[in-house]
């Protein structure tokens, strides 16, 4: 598998990025387009896998206060779930969050998205709140 992460850097680019947010994370909930889209993506760092130039994976890291960086807007291409792509996105994101200095990454995890995250090395804390009150979310976390 040859694949790239990085940010976007083309119109193209950041159109797909935006799409797959908001295809699988805001259209199956029946939300308006420019709901995939809020305003800490200006100061967010972004991710995208790319395999042979074909968008795989999305994330957000942002940088939060005390150490602390939070991971958002996970997705994976629905085609592509269960490779490794997933995994791949967030391994990205931890790298930049300990580059930064930042001793913890946390999270809030969709209910269906639970024990993917705690494969990965995240640890449920506690029910956070219900996205758009349709979906449960729970704040995990991840110490370095």
């Given amino acids: 598998m040859k694949y790239e992460i990085r940010e976007p850097s083309t119109e193209k680019e950041w159109h797909e990025y935006y799409k797959m947010r908001y295809d699988i994370l805001r259209k199956p909930l029946n939300k308006p387009i420019g709901s995939e889209r809020n305003d800490g993506d200006i100061k967010g760092k972004h991710f995208a896998?790319?395999?042979?130039?074909?968008?795989?994976?999305?994330?957000?890291?942002?940088?939060?206060?005390?150490?602390?960086?939070?991971?958002?807007?996970?997705?994976?291409?629905?085609?592509?779930?269960?490779?490794?792509?997933?995994?791949?996105?967030?391994?990205?994101?931890?790298?930049?969050?300990?580059?930064?200095?930042?001793?913890?990454?946390?999270?809030?995890?969709?209910?269906?998205?639970?024990?993917?995250?705690?494969?990965?090395g995240y640890k449920k804390i506690k029910k956070s709140y219900k996205l758009f009150n349709i979906i449960q979310h729970y704040l995990m976390e991840k110490t370095y």
């Fill in 49 to 120: 896998l790319y395999e042979n130039d074909n968008l795989r994976a999305i994330a957000r890291l942002d940088q939060n206060q005390n150490n602390i960086s939070q991971v958002r807007f996970v997705a994976v291409d629905t085609k592509y779930q269960k490779k490794g792509f997933g995994k791949l996105i967030i391994k990205a994101a931890e790298n930049e969050s300990q580059k930064n200095g930042n001793k913890k990454m946390i999270l809030h995890s969709r209910d269906y998205s639970l024990d993917f995250y705690k494969k990965i």
